[in-house]
């Protein structure tokens, strides 16, 4: 299983980026996707995910409102659409899934990161 992320940059405060991780899962639509990041010295911090059954989203504190999470299942993609950026932002972002019930414990896969860095 790969997971392959995609779409980080370097921009400035106010601006989007939409992240993509595409999946190497025959199953992929009967795992929940998520996104995390991990900011230099600090601990990884969930972002956002979805739910492979009900497609509810789910949102880390920091993000919401923000930030929208979306997939294709037709083309093993998951999305993470990123607007009005801040510094804090600024982090490497994980994709990552889990098969059976969303909890923010135990993903069973984890992908190499997309750098987003977010000038001020």
């Known amino acids: 299983v790969q997971l392959q992320a995609s779409g980080g940059g370097l921009v400035q405060a106010g601006e989007s980026l939409r992240l993509s991780c595409a999946a190497s899962?025959?199953?992929?639509?009967?795992?929940?996707m998520a996104w995390w990041r991990q900011a230099p010295g600090m601990n990884r911090e969930f972002v956002a995910a979805?739910?492979?059954?009900?497609?509810?989203?789910y949102y880390g504190d920091a993000v919401k409102g923000r930030f929208a999470i979306s997939r294709d299942n037709t083309k093993n993609t998951v999305f993470l659409q990123m607007n009005s950026l801040k510094p804090d932002d600024t982090a490497v972002y994980y994709c990552?899934?889990?098969?059976?019930?969303?909890?923010?414990?135990?993903?069973?896969?984890w992908g190499k990161g997309t750098q987003v860095t977010v000038s001020s």
């Open positions: 899962i025959d199953t992929f639509s009967s795992y929940n």
């Open positions: 979805i739910n492979w059954r009900t497609g509810l989203e």
């Open positions: 990552a899934a889990k098969s059976g019930s969303w909890t923010r414990n135990n993903m069973d896969y």
